[in-house]
């Protein structure tokens, strides 16, 4: 099997059962983003507790990768420290991914990166330490 066909498979099974799918009520955080280009959008949110991303949900609609990178994202950076989610670049995402993307694709998959660092730079404002 080549390694195309295994990560397209990761992204399908993330489109078709994506995790942490839903809203939260009450959040530390929320937001509404939508890539203008496709019109895929996605509803963010979190609790953040003890510099952690305590709790993260989504709902997303569009591509397969979008939804796919919300649900790998929410993942990788739930429990994590929010200044190690901060450190995080568009191409530890895009990796995650593992699959080469043209540039209208990758701003698919980096919607729910672009939201949630958006999120956790609005909580560190109005929540200095």
């Known amino acids: 099997m080549t390694d195309d066909i295994v990560y397209s498979a990761i ?7 994506p995790r942490n799918f839903g809203k939260i009520e009450n959040p530390d955080e929320h937001i509404m983003e939508t890539n203008p280009t496709c019109g895929d ?4 949110y979190v609790r953040i507790g003890e510099g952690r991303i ?6 997303a609609k569009g591509c397969s990768i979008s939804v796919a990178s ?21 191409e530890d995402i895009l990796g995650n ?10 701003k698919c998959a980096l919607l729910s990166y672009d939201a949630l660092i958006k ?10 330490q």
């Open 11 to 17: 992204i399908d099974e993330h489109y078709q059962e």
């Open 41 to 44: 959008t996605i509803a963010m």
């Open 97 to 106: 991914l593992g699959l080469k993307l043209g540039p209208a694709r990758e």
């Open 54 to 59: 305590k709790e993260i949900k989504y709902v």
């Open 70 to 90: 919300a649900s790998i994202l929410s993942e990788n950076v739930e429990g994590k420290p929010i200044e190690n989610v901060l450190g995080m670049t568009k």
């Open 119 to 128: 999120m956790i730079k609005d909580f560190k404002s109005r929540n200095p």
